[in-house]
């Protein structure tokens, strides 16, 4: 009956990202979740298989880097039970169209954020959609009261107890 | 969320450790024994609830497994042990087995009269939050209160106090948070206006369960064990409670703004509530203060507070209000919990165990106020560490079959007396951050230390003990 844990993942091929958006996602390793950068598909994988059904949820992922593309690891993501309901954010200067198409269509992506991005504005994002998968996963969501949004998570307390 | 679970944020079996493992097999070490090394006489039956008393302790002490699924435990353990329906060795006749409990008396438990209590409770808090008439109501009644921050501060405790006398503590304490989570945002992390505002809420709720018999489990637990020659009607309850918890309240506000004062005096709130127009929801508008009405003047009309608890579930039911789907998420695990408690009750008093060990103890030399202080004393110490409901369920029956041995205690109200103050006294355990779910919900904001709440917590604890044992002396209503 251990509480169960949660990995915020990134996927980049560029060091100076992981290295940017793991300092912007600071306040959340602060309390409890676990932030995992990696630099391609192939490490994100092997990371993935190492976590228990449901513990990943948050990752943001660039679409062009070398091997795999991000929209398809993403919609892979979507397709595996362990992962489909994980928030997924595209995190890229350069998708396509047509990618685009399906990374909503296909991966049903929860955010596509342009590069560059702000600081403010992912630590926002982050705290908007880890709200709403704890509050969907989590037997006790309250105890991420502190870094979340605290307001939301007592409401769906509440209505968990009708 | 676990309504009612206390380790659940940290979890029992993260940190085992020897003596934990010990204590946990002692209950089996008891079975074990023979009967022949107690110094005074048992019979088989006896025995074996001992046992069975002691794993309740145990397990609802530890938590290594969910405080309901130890309640169910209890309930099959009791049927297959000291019932008539016992596994056949257990059952056959031998010198001094003593007398088996007839097995639906365990079975029974789970429909007891205060498990039908709160399923009506239930439905009325249920249907009362589905169309947000809870929350709306709770944004009007705050709105009014001006932009002083004490007043606001006032205000919302009164609101959450008022609502938990009909709804769920941890329910009431989830519902006013987010209500109150915008005016909180609205204070710098540092302010200590900030602190008691988020305390406030939890205590408010803690008092305001207390007002009334469908406040808090642990009321009808009480009741459940009120004498039949001397029962309490559900106004007898509320004239003496309802008084007290509102100047319990205004008392912890006063030392809420007194212990911290707000360095933000005025606090704008932008609330607004705007009530659902919808058939079903004007049937709960109308149901809802009908069946309080009605629970009030029981014995004018004469239909029993259990059986008026039924009259919404039938509405709610017939209606569509409450759905199936509504119905899944209600918390049966409080129900459970209570007919565990009733289960082991029930054993501890068929099984004839409960007069034996009365009879050890000599309690009729005791003195009733004494017995009042110090059994108060004592499940308020019990309640600030382990689970509110799980400490009524151990306490209160123990206590009801010690109360007629008491001498003195027909002159201060009888055993009722001495229930109530233990039954209220659950509810006022609430010194640290795991007393009640209530203390751990606001705990979850942030921002706030174990020592300010043990500040405010005690506080609350110790001026409550005090005013209950003179209002249930000089001023109870039986």
């Known amino acids: 009956m251990t509480q169960p844990v949660y990995t915020i993942m990134c996927v980049d091929d560029e060091r100076e990202v992981l290295t940017a958006v793991e300092k912007d996602l600071e306040v959340f390793a602060d309390h409890g979740f676990t932030v995992e950068p990696c630099s391609s598909v192939t490490e994100a994988r092997s990371v993935l298989e190492a976590m228990e059904p449901g513990q990943l949820a948050l990752i943001f992922c660039d679409h062009l880097m070398p091997g795999v593309r991000g929209v398809d690891f993403l919609i892979e993501l979507a397709q595996n039970p362990a992962t489909s309901r994980s928030k997924k954010v595209l995190l890229t200067g350069q998708a396509g169209q047509k990618e685009t198409i399906q990374a909503i269509n296909l991966a049903h992506i929860d955010q596509y954020i342009p590069k560059p991005w702000s600081g403010e504005g992912l630590r926002s994002t982050a705290k908007t959609l880890l709200t709403d998968y704890i509050i969907a996963v989590d037997e006790n969501p309250e105890r991420f009261g502190p870094v979340l949004d605290f307001g939301k998570i007592m409401e769906a307390i509440h209505e968990r107890n009708l | 969320m676990n309504a009612t679970s206390k380790t659940a944020t940290k979890g029992f079996w993260s940190e085992v450790s020897w003596w934990r493992l010990v204590i946990m097999v002692l209950p089996l070490v008891v079975w074990a024994l023979p009967l022949t090394i107690w110094s005074f006489p048992m019979t088989v039956v006896e025995h074996r609830m001992l046992a069975i008393l002691l794993f309740a302790i145990v397990f609802w002490v530890l938590e290594p497994i969910p405080l309901f699924a130890t309640s169910m435990a209890l309930i099959l353990l009791l049927i297959l042990t000291i019932s008539d329906g016992a596994l056949l060795p257990l059952r056959t006749s031998q010198p001094n087995l003593g007398?088996?409990?007839?097995?639906?008396?365990?079975?029974?438990?789970?429909?007891?009269?205060?498990?039908?209590?709160?399923?009506?409770?239930?439905?009325?808090?249920?249907?009362?939050?589905?169309y947000s008439l809870d929350r709306n109501l709770a944004r009007i009644l705050v709105k009014p209160l001006g932009q002083n921050s004490s007043m606001v501060?006032?205000?919302?405790?009164?609101?959450?106090?008022?609502?938990?006398?009909?709804?769920?503590?941890?329910?009431?304490?989830?519902?006013?948070?987010?209500?109150?989570?915008?005016?909180?945002?609205l204070y710098a992390m540092d302010d200590p206006g900030r602190v008691a505002l988020l305390l406030g809420i939890p205590i408010a709720s803690s008092l305001g369960g207390i007002a009334t018999p469908v406040g808090t489990a642990m009321n009808a637990i009480g009741l459940r064990y009120m004498p039949e020659s001397q029962t309490i009607s559900f106004l007898q309850w509320c004239a003496l409670s309802v008084p007290f918890s509102m100047i319990m309240l205004v008392a912890s506000w006063a030392a809420l703004v007194r212990f911290f004062p707000s360095r933000q005096k005025q606090i704008e709130i932008n609330l607004s509530g705007k009530f659902d127009q919808s058939g079903h929801a004007k049937i709960v508008y109308w149901v809802f203060p009908l069946t309080i009405v009605l629970w009030l003047t029981s014995t004018f009309h004469g239909i029993n507070i259990y059986t008026v608890a039924l009259l919404p579930v039938v509405v709610f039911l017939s209606t569509g209000v409450i759905t199936k789907n509504d119905m899944k998420k209600m918390s049966w695990d409080v129900l459970w919990l209570i007919a565990g408690g009733f289960a082991l009750g029930a054993g501890l008093e068929g099984s004839g165990l409960i007069k034996t060990l009365v009879k050890v103890v000599p309690f009729h030399e005791f003195n009733a106020v004494t017995v009042l202080i110090f059994g108060g004393l004592v499940t308020m110490g019990v309640a600030t560490v382990m689970s509110h409901l799980a400490?009524?369920?151990?306490?209160?029956?123990?206590?009801?079959?010690?109360?007629?041995?008491?001498?003195?205690?027909?002159?201060?109200?009888?055993?009722?007396?001495?229930?109530?103050?233990?039954?209220?006294?659950?509810?006022?355990?609430?010194?640290?951050?795991?007393?009640?779910?209530?203390?751990?919900?606001?705990?979850?904001?942030?921002?706030?230390?174990?020592?300010q709440m043990m500040k405010a917590g005690s506080f609350v604890s110790i001026v409550g003990f005090i005013l209950l044992i003179i209002a249930a002396l000089f001023f109870r209503t039986w």
């Open chain 2, 99 to 130: 007398s088996l409990v007839h097995y639906t008396e365990f079975l029974h438990t789970l429909a007891a009269p205060a498990v039908m209590l709160f399923i009506g409770g239930f439905f009325l808090a249920g249907a009362a939050s589905k």
């Open chain 2, 153 to 185: 501060l006032l205000g919302i405790m009164g609101v959450t106090c008022f609502f938990s006398f009909w709804m769920a503590n941890t329910a009431t304490t989830a519902m006013m948070l987010s209500i109150a989570a915008p005016i909180v945002a």
């Open chain 2, 391 to 451: 400490s009524a369920n151990l306490l209160i029956p123990v206590m009801a079959a010690v109360a007629p041995q008491i001498q003195g205690l027909g002159n201060i109200g009888g055993v009722p007396t001495l229930i109530y103050v233990i039954a209220v006294n659950c509810s006022l355990g609430m010194a640290l951050p795991i007393s009640t779910p209530c203390n751990a919900l606001a705990f979850a904001a942030g921002g706030i230390t174990n020592k």
